[in-house]
């Protein structure tokens, strides 16, 4: 969004799509029948639909350990995590993410990870008691039943224009941006000492 624009740029932050992100690190041993075991690391990686963050390069002496990411020369480092859902979430996938936002949020520090549904049932309760890790949930409408002409169809690319003819989902993706920019731009820590 244009409204970001300014604060990434200060920031030297990009929007990704898509993205892997380092999400934990797991030692193991190369020869458990050895006398003396050699540790053996792996990073793990977990795709994610929107980060906001930097593009960082990898130390040299980690690059062997990086499992299933391609880019093992740089690393992403998120301020923002977006997962997105376009219909019918139930509490599974929210307590999932959840669970997801916790471990990145182990390695990360200051980071904020939302999730945006588009059109579920849920009611506010349920949402924020399975999404515990969670910073913030968007639920642009609540639909209930499955004939409710609030239900969108199939999502096809393209699509966001005629959504956002929506009040309801454009008033929600406004206040989505506007806590994306307040949270890039407030830090977490206040204090007079200088930084």
């Given at each position: 969004?244009?409204?970001?624009?300014?604060?990434?740029?200060?920031?030297?932050?990009?929007?990704?799509?898509?993205?892997?992100?380092?999400?934990?690190?797991?030692?193991?041993?190369?020869?458990?029948?050895?006398?003396?075991?050699?540790?053996?690391?792996?990073?793990?990686?977990?795709?994610?639909?929107?980060?906001?963050g930097k593009w960082v390069k990898m130390p040299q002496a980690l690059q062997d350990?990086?499992?299933?990411?391609?880019?093992?020369?740089?690393?992403?480092?998120?301020?923002?995590?977006?997962?997105?859902?376009?219909?019918?979430?139930?509490?599974?996938?929210?307590?999932?993410?959840?669970?997801?936002?916790?471990?990145?949020?182990?390695?990360?520090?200051?980071?904020?990870?939302?999730?945006?549904?588009?059109?579920?049932?849920?009611?506010?309760v349920t949402l924020e008691r399975h999404g515990r890790n969670l910073d913030q949930?968007?639920?642009?409408?609540?639909?209930?039943?499955?004939?409710?002409?609030?239900?969108?169809?199939?999502?096809?690319?393209?699509?966001?224009?005629?959504?956002?003819?929506?009040?309801?989902?454009?008033?929600?993706?406004?206040?989505?941006?506007?806590?994306?920019?307040?949270?890039?731009?407030?830090?977490?820590?206040?204090?007079?000492?200088?930084?």
């Amino acid at each position: 969004s244009d409204r970001l624009k300014s604060s990434l740029d200060v920031m030297g932050l990009t929007v990704e799509s898509g993205v892997k992100i380092m999400s934990d690190l797991v030692c193991t041993y190369a020869d458990q029948a050895s006398e003396e075991p050699i540790a053996c690391p792996t990073l793990g990686f977990l795709q994610q639909d929107i980060a906001i963050g930097k593009w960082v390069k990898m130390p040299q002496a980690l690059q062997d350990y990086v499992s299933n990411t391609s880019k093992k020369s740089l690393i992403f480092i998120p301020r923002i995590v977006i997962e997105v859902k376009y219909k019918g979430v139930d509490s599974h996938p929210v307590m999932t993410y959840s669970e997801i936002s916790g471990r990145l949020k182990a390695v990360y520090q200051n980071l904020r990870y939302y999730f945006l549904i588009r059109c579920g049932s849920k009611d506010p309760v349920t949402l924020e008691r399975h999404g515990r890790n969670l910073d913030q949930i968007y639920q642009l409408v609540r639909a209930r039943g499955k004939k409710s002409k609030q239900w969108p169809g199939r999502y096809k690319p393209g699509d966001l224009d005629i959504h956002l003819r929506d009040e309801k989902v454009r008033s929600g993706i406004d206040e989505l941006v506007n806590d994306i920019k307040v949270d890039l731009e407030r830090p977490k820590v206040r204090t007079t000492e200088p930084m």
